[in-house]
């Protein structure tokens, strides 16, 4: 059983308490109205799911479990030298909604290791899929590849009380978060690897510098070692906490997950549904039109470019009636806190890179540009603004993977969540559908 099992479960009883008496006494308590923007708007803006890992807050941005981005910077556990949370620490905090002490996180990592191995036949099954294939696609079916050993879907088979279906799913969660990196690298491999063989799982390293590993980020030249040991974490780190693994659970992939996961299905069957959501070009690849932006501004101005050059390329963009990728936000009216993780990671690690600076002159231009149409809700950058930068800066220009690494990101959060879910004991969802005429009806109280 997982270290973080007997922690968990005194939470779990404690919240199943809250939960019970709350529906019980409110059940029939009005939190909100249902108008018919929200039926034609994609039910923007409507309270319609329990979900218990994050918030989204308009003003703070993300929260997990009560703790903003910022706090989760400060109080996170990081490696030795590093400065960035380790993913393993806030897939803990995600979980039970505190940090695990030293000793707990050491297991937990060990443990972590373990479950991120793949059986021969997975591996050689995600090997065979053809090279051409998109990342997302592979990455997509190589959980499905591993859905076979799902823990929760045996149990079910042979008949466990609805009482147990989350410890179950807890294995499935943890299982699914450990084999990501290695299924994401699989994926690299076949696809942009050109026949070099896939490294074996380094016990010495972590879950993050595993994954650098598969993606081909290390260097055996020992002098070397150690500084890019640290440039290696600081990227990888990157990655996890830009694409946060968490964004609440109405974007499409966490509730792909939820809604899959309300049928029973275990949790690689709803894992995979939520990852071919977030392959959708209006979720995961907005971070790749932002790049792009950025290099086509590049490519027109060269590297000699000045802020007034931003100015007149936004003015263009909006007149020719495109908007400006990587600004804007349904949700959050203030940069995103996100962004601002980016910003200072590049601050720190990155000096004189042209693109790189390219980000940040943005953020001293659009926003006040946006602002003078007068009609964008929130000019401030939001995470795609920088992230596409950062990772051509380490080299990772393969744009059609930056998906892949969102998605390995998104476990943490939409696993944990599940197991709430299971834990709670949430119904099958089920909303209600209208047709136009049936809505045009309601409208006039017939
Ligand atoms: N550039 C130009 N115009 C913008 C804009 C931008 N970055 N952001 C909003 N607007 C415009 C809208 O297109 C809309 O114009 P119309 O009234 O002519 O249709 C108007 O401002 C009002 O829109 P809004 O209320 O500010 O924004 P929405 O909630 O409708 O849309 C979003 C939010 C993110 C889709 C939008 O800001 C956008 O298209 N941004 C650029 C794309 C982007 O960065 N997407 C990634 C989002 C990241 C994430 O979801 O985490």
């Known amino acids: 059983a997982s270290v973080v099992r007997n922690k968990l479960e005194a939470k779990i009883v404690e919240q199943q308490k809250v939960f019970s008496a709350f529906k019980k006494e409110h059940g029939n308590t009005k939190i909100g109205e249902i108008t018919v923007g929200s039926v034609c708007g994609g039910m923007r803006g409507m309270a319609g799911i329990l979900y218990e890992t994050s918030k989204l807050h308009p003003i ?5 479990r009560e703790k903003d981005l910022y706090e989760i910077k400060e109080q996170a556990p990081r490696a030795e030298g590093g400065r960035e949370p380790l993913p ?6 995600l979980l039970t909604g505190e940090f695990p002490n030293e000793q707990e996180l050491k ?3 060990s443990e972590l290791y373990q479950r991120g191995h793949l059986s021969k036949d997975e591996e050689r099954l995600i090997q065979a899929f053809p090279k051409d294939m998109h990342p997302m696609t592979q990455f997509s079916m190589g ?15 042979d008949g466990v009380h609805k009482s147990k279906y989350w410890e179950t799913t807890l294995e499935d969660a943890l299982d699914v978060c450990a084999k990501v990196p290695r299924i994401a690298g699989l994926v690299f491999n076949n696809s942009y690897g050109h026949g ?3 490294p074996d799982q380094d016990p010495s390293l972590d879950y993050s510098a595993n994954y650098a590993r598969y993606l081909g980020i290390e260097d055996k030249n020992f002098s070397e070692l150690m500084r890019l040991y640290l440039v290696l974490h600081a990227y990888i780190y990157f990655i996890f906490i830009n694409f946060i693994s968490d964004h609440e659970g109405g974007n499409v992939s966490a509730h792909a997950t939820h809604l899959v996961g309300s049928t029973l299905a275990d949790p690689y069957l709803s894992f995979a549904a939520g990852m071919n959501g977030l392959a959708g070009p209006l979720h995961g690849l907005a971070n790749q039109e932002c790049l792009r932006f950025l290099l086509d501004f590049q490519t027109k101005y060269g590297t000699k470019w000045t802020e007034h050059d931003i100015r007149d390329y936004v003015r263009d963009t909006l007149a020719s009636g495109k908007v400006v990728p990587g600004y804007g936000h349904a949700v959050l009216r203030q940069t995103d806190p996100r962004f601002m993780c980016e910003l200072e990671f590049a601050n720190h690690y990155i000096h004189d890179d042209n693109l790189v600076n390219l980000v940040k002159a943005c953020y001293r231009v659009i926003p006040d540009a946006l602002a003078q149409t007068g009609k964008v809700s929130n000019p401030w950058p939001n995470v795609d603004a920088g992230s596409g930068a950062l990772l051509m800066h380490y080299g990772l220009n393969q744009f059609d993977y930056y998906t892949v690494l969102f998605g390995v990101s998104r476990a943490l959060g939409v696993m944990s969540a599940q197991v709430w879910s299971r834990a709670l004991g949430l119904p099958i969802e089920r909303p209600n559908s209208l047709t136009l005429n049936h809505l045009m009806k ?3 109280n017939e």
């Open 60 to 64: 703070q941005g993300i929260n997990y």
């Open 88 to 93: 393993e620490g806030v897939l803990w905090l």
């Open 107 to 109: 297991e937990f990592q």
């Open 143 to 157: 959980v499905m590849a591993c859905q076979p050993n799902s823990k929760y879907a045996k149990a079910y088979r």
């Open 196 to 198: 070099k063989p896939m």
């Open 442 to 444: 309601k409208v006039k």
